[in-house]
Structure formats: C-alpha cells, structure tokens
C-alpha cells in the first residue's frame, strides 16, 4: 500500500541554519503531496503542497520540489528561525481511493536554537 | 471562510469514564470528516473518517466510537475509557472534489488517570 517516510530526527540547527527534511513514498498512482507542521500543543497547519511531477510548493520561506523519478518530497528552507521550531509531517493523498485518504509520514521534530 | 472546532481543549478523566469530544466545521458543506489520535511523540493514527450523516467507517479496532448526528458535527466517544486511550486527538476535515489537502482542528488533549 501507499507509505511515506522521512527522517524522524529530532533534528536540532542553529538560528539562520540551512535545513533539509527529506521524505520519500511509495504510490501505486499519481499522489498530491505535502507537508503539514505543527507547533507545541496545536493541530497541525497545511505548509505546502504540490500536485504533480516537478511541481514545487512554497510558504514561509519553505520549499518542495515533487519529484516523481525519486519519488521524493524533500522540505528545504535557507536560513531557519526560532519560530520554526515544530513538528513537520510529510504527506500524501492517492486520488484513487474510495474516500479522501491521506497518508503521513511519522514527523520531523526540528528545533532551532538562537 | 471555513473553519473548524474542537471541544474541549483538554480533559482528564478516570479509568472506566465515558468520553464524548465534538468536532464542528464552518463555511463548507457535506465535507468529509475525520477522527485522528497522536500519541506523545508519535505520528498520526486515523481512527475514524465519515463521508455524510450517519456514515461512518472505522480504521482501527478500538475502545472508541464515531457519530454525525449532522453534516458538519463529528463526535468521538467512549463508553469506558482505558489508559491506552489517553493522547492528543485531532478532527480534520476535507472537500469531496480538490487536491484533498485536509485541514485539522486545534485537538483536544486527553489524559487517563
């Protein structure tokens, strides 16, 4: 069935730090992909999206390119903050299921430090 | 624009106590609805989604049960609560015809003492 990974960390930068988060999965069809954070004690909030091949969302300074030679959905942003510090989730959602289904990784952990 | 509510924000209950947590959606119609629990430190366990009123299909075996009594009202419950039943859970829902994208409630942290 369809599965995401991606590195479960806790991942722990610097202030201004490069980050990368990458995510794989695994479709039988042609996925939307995403990327959900959530803060401490909060739900968790859509960051981005893509919906095809090559596609590359983008919010906050975050991006993801989706690429479907790899099927990879890696987050990148150049210089994280303080107010970064969250989870991130990984997600995917197969159109040809019976219902809306969305599939999340496990979560990213990121904290930032000043 | 649509919205989304959950209640109540935190709750502590005994072993053997009944649950009932809500969920309600603003600004859309006939979404689908979903029941998700996080467990500390954990990811994202779907439990229960629903396509319309009285629709309901369960993931996982559980101690727990779903209703929507109306379109836009998803509720949780339990008869009995266990230990095992305490964490952080999350409505969410989604539009029948998009890019399927779900959008999540602020969660309702329950502890089981």
């Known amino acids: 069935g369809d599965s995401v990974t991606q590195m479960e960390g806790p991942v722990t930068l610097s202030e201004e730090a490069f980050l990368t988060i990458n995510c794989t999965y695994t479709?039988?069809?042609?996925?939307?992909l995403f990327w959900y954070v959530q803060y401490p004690g909060e739900g968790l909030q859509l960051l981005l999206k893509?919906?095809?091949?090559?596609d590359k969302g983008s919010n906050k300074g975050f991006e993801a390119t989706y690429r479907k030679e790899t099927t990879s959905f890696h987050l990148e942003k150049g210089s994280v903050q303080v107010s970064d510090s969250a989870v991130y989730f990984c997600?995917?959602?197969?159109?040809?299921?019976?219902?809306?289904?969305?599939?999340f990784g496990p979560g990213t952990s990121l904290s930032v430090i000043p | 624009s649509q919205t989304i509510h959950q209640w109540p924000a935190t709750l502590v209950q005994p072993v053997g106590s009944p649950l009932s947590l809500e969920c309600t959606v603003e600004?859309?119609?006939?979404?689908?609805l979903y029941w998700y629990r996080q467990a500390a430190g954990r990811g994202l366990q779907l439990l229960f989604y629903?396509?319309?009123?009285?629709?309901i299909s369960s993931e996982v075996p559980q101690n727990l049960s779903a209703s929507r009594p109306q379109d836009r009202q998803f509720i949780l419950s339990s008869k009995k609560l266990l230990l095992s039943d305490s964490g952080f859970y999350l409505c969410?829902?989604?539009?029948?015809?998009?890019?399927?994208?779900?959008?999540f409630g602020p969660g309702t942290r329950l502890t089981v003492t």
């Open positions: 969410a829902w989604n539009r029948l015809a998009g890019n399927y994208e779900q959008y």
């Open positions: 479709a039988t069809g042609y996925p939307s």
């Open positions: 893509a919906t095809k091949a090559d």
């Open positions: 997600a995917l959602s197969d159109k040809g299921t019976s219902y809306d289904k969305v599939i």
């Open positions: 600004g859309t119609s006939n979404p689908n």
């Open positions: 629903s396509v319309g009123i009285g629709q």
